[in-house]
């Protein structure tokens, strides 16, 4: 089980930006799959960015809401994913969530912003975006 943990949240401004951080216990590309959640109160857990970190590969996905303004990338050396989050928007105010797995079985990539896919959860950075 790899242990992971999110900093980076706070709140900021409409058309701000953010960079959120999850570093995990192990190496990331011993892993497989990486990816941030986020959950807004009275609302479902929402898949936002993945990545394919096993060798350090990099093969990312986005949910449509956040393409072009979000992105997500990996640093081997430091065992850390990051997402770069710009021009937010208060719908984008939400708890976020780092989440990992291993790559076997494989996802994919279609499903990989599929909670259930995932093992293994940090505890949440949350962000809130004002108007």
């Known amino acids: 089980q790899v242990q992971l943990v999110e900093s980076g949240g706070g709140t900021v401004q409409a058309g701000g930006s953010l960079r959120l951080s999850c570093t995990a216990s192990?190496?990331?590309?011993?892993?497989?799959?990486m990816a941030w959640f986020r959950q807004a109160p009275g609302k479902e857990r929402e898949g936002v960015a993945s990545i394919y970190t096993y060798t350090g590969s990099g093969t990312t996905a986005y949910t449509d809401s956040v393409k072009g303004r979000f992105t997500i990338s990996q640093d081997t050396a430091k065992n850390t994913v990051y997402l770069q989050m710009n021009s937010l928007t208060p719908e984008d105010g939400s708890m976020y969530y780092c989440?990992?797995?291993?790559?076997?079985?494989?996802?994919?990539?279609?499903?990989?912003?599929?909670?259930?896919?995932?093992?293994?959860w940090g505890q949440g950075t949350q962000v809130t975006v004002s108007q």
């Open positions: 192990q190496k990331i590309y011993t892993l497989g799959y």
């Open positions: 989440a990992a797995t291993t790559r076997t079985p494989y996802i994919p990539l279609g499903s990989r912003l599929q909670s259930d896919k995932y093992t293994d």
